[in-house]
């Protein structure tokens, strides 16, 4: 009886989350794991100083952080200040024969609308919420994002991606970049500056950029300025298009090309689900 009474008092601790999840700013939430940051979600507007006002935006992560303490991301980089931490946007938005861009924020916005869920648990840490695509005042998609984070273990973090978009009203037509059928647009993540940087796909060590080359994963990874970390995307098999064509950029840019040089509709009532996992780690 008494070793009965000692394991149940022991309950609450043995089940005690490592995750916590905190506000750090009126525009952000960040999520920790004993104590040291994971990522951080920018759920309002960010635009820093000296930055062009068309550059505000949200609906996005960074920093995001090796399980070492590196920031692996980068965030309004001057050689492309539309880029932001890990993001999921489109250049060419069409919509009733007008094209916008959500890549870099022309004629249509990301907003968010709404939490779903912050869960803690001693396995996982749970982050759900619904953003809106807006052009003008008017809601155009709504976006379903639900992000699970995993304990590191030896050095490398998983990150679980669920991401949904339905047209709302009417239907709502997304492609990658025209231009010399480069294909980019979709899950993407901006790395923070770094030396010594090498990709890596299913297929070797990728020596030169490359446009549209189907993988199944990539990784990018460096000398950051506190260390050597890097970030790998697993498409998830059941995605369509798989294994999608990539946009690979030794200056610091991987991003699975979906649905590339085609067309995607999205229509109301049919939500187009999409997976990824990131792995982020220390060599």
């Not at 700013?25 to 000296?50: I, K, T």
């Not at 062009?52 to 070492?68: F, I, K, Q, S, T």
């Not at 978009?165 to 980019?184: H, I, M, Q």
Request: charge should be positive.
């Amino acid at each position: 009886m008494r070793l009965l009474l000692l394991l149940l008092l022991a309950l609450p601790a043995l089940a005690e989350s490592p995750f916590h999840f905190k506000q750090v700013s009126a525009s952000s939430f960040e999520l920790s794991e004993n104590g040291q940051p994971v990522y951080v979600y920018n759920f309002g507007d960010m635009l820093p100083a000296g930055v062009p006002e068309d550059r505000r935006r949200c609906c996005y992560l960074h920093p995001v952080y090796a399980p070492n303490g590196v920031v692996v991301t980068d965030d309004f980089p001057k050689d492309h200040y539309h880029h932001r931490g890990i993001f999921w946007t489109w250049p060419v938005v069409t919509i009733a024969g007008k094209e916008y861009s959500l890549w870099d924020i022309r004629g249509i916005r990301a907003r968010f609308e709404r939490w779903v869920r912050r869960e803690t648990t001693p396995e996982s840490a749970e982050l759900a919420f619904e953003n809106g695509w807006y052009t003008g005042g008017k809601r155009v998609v709504r976006e379903a994002v639900r992000i699970v984070a995993h304990p590191a273990v030896n050095g490398r973090r998983e990150l679980d991606f669920t991401l949904s978009f339905e047209a709302v009203g009417v239907p709502v037509s997304l492609r990658g970049a025209p231009t010399n059928n480069k294909g980019y647009g979709g899950f993407s993540v901006r790395f923070a500056p770094r030396e010594q940087t090498r990709v890596t796909t299913d297929a070797g060590v990728e020596r030169k950029d490359s446009n549209m080359v189907p993988h199944p994963w990539a990784q990018e990874e460096g000398l950051f300025a506190k260390g050597r970390a890097g970030l790998r995307i697993d498409i998830d098999p059941s995605n369509p298009g798989y294994p999608n064509g990539w946009c690979l950029r030794h200056y610091g840019f991987l991003g699975v090309n979906y649905p590339g040089n085609d067309t995607l509709t999205l229509e109301p009532g049919k939500p187009l689900v999409l997976r990824y996992k990131v792995t982020v780690f220390a060599p």
